[in-house]
């Protein structure tokens, strides 16, 4: 059963305005969250992280929010670039050792 | 130079054949993953390893065996392919002494198509 979970595939959005990106997740043990970014033929790219004890963390345009009780994170960019058109991937950790994927939302900036 | 590499990037193989895929850092991480990504379950976990000793099953292990033959090399073995096994499979890498320690560093990917 998937444990990590992005409800959306797909996502378009004009470049210049806000993109969010939506993960939710089922096992209240998570303590750890990330966001990788993919082009194709690439491996995925580490993007930004949130740990459980903030409800927020923010690197330039990209900012992850972590609702626990709602166990359910999002990724805003803004504004969104052409550049940032990929796939992304939410992912989450109980131990640090082990991590649950989410099947990832392809997003495109149209310019 | 890629810091993860794994090769082959493609490859092709017939039912019941052993296939190893290899992946090589020179990050210097200790620790290796093996995971594999299917259309619409996105990446699973397969295999882990935190050191040369030290091997772990992930979510789907079962048909799959692997080998750490030194810090940096971690291959991946399908003992008898199958054809659900064919998906594109990524190496990564981390750092437990890293800044961001769960950060993973991924390599380019092989694509396994087994008919």
Same mark, same amino acid.
């Given at each position: 059963?998937?444990? %990590? ?7 378009? %959005?004009?470049? /210049? ?25 690439? /491996? ?21 929010? @972590? ?7 999002? @990724? ?6 052409? /550049?940032?058109?990929? %796939? ?15 099947? /990832?939302?392809? @997003?495109?900036?149209?310019? | 130079?890629? =810091? ?7 490859? !092709? ?5 052993? !296939? ?28 882990? *390893? #935190?050191?040369?000793? =030290?091997? $772990?099953?992930?979510?789907? *292990? ?11 090399? #971690? ?6 392919? !199958? ?18 320690? $769960?950060?993973?560093? #991924? ?9």
């Amino acid at each position: 059963d998937q444990q %990590v979970k992005q409800n959306s595939p797909s996502l378009s %959005v004009q470049e /210049g305005r806000i993109s969010i990106l939506n993960c939710d997740y089922t096992n209240s043990m998570f303590d750890y969250f990330l966001w990788y970014k993919k082009y194709p033929a690439e /491996g995925p790219t580490f993007l930004i992280s949130i740990s459980s004890i903030k409800d927020k963390n923010e690197d330039g345009r990209f900012t992850v929010f @972590l609702n626990k009780s709602a166990k359910h994170l999002s @990724l805003h960019i803004v504004p969104s670039q052409p /550049g940032d058109s990929a %796939v992304y991937f939410c992912a989450a950790s109980a131990t640090g050792n082990q991590f649950y994927f989410g099947t /990832g939302t392809s @997003l495109t900036v149209i310019p | 130079d890629a =810091d993860v590499t794994q090769t082959p990037r493609n490859r !092709i193989t017939k039912t019941g054949k052993r !296939i190893m895929l290899e992946c090589s850092q020179t990050k210097g991480h200790d620790r290796m993953y093996w995971y594999r990504q299917d259309p619409g379950l996105g990446l699973r976990l397969i295999y882990y *390893s #935190f050191d040369v000793k =030290d091997i $772990n099953k992930g979510e789907i *292990s079962d048909g799959y065996s692997v080998s750490r033959q030194a810090q940096a090399k #971690f291959s991946l073995s399908l003992e008898s392919a !199958i054809p659900n096994q064919t998906a594109l499979y990524f190496c990564a890498t981390s750092d437990r002494r890293g800044g961001n320690l $769960n950060e993973q560093f #991924f390599g380019p990917g092989t694509r396994l198509t087994v008919l």
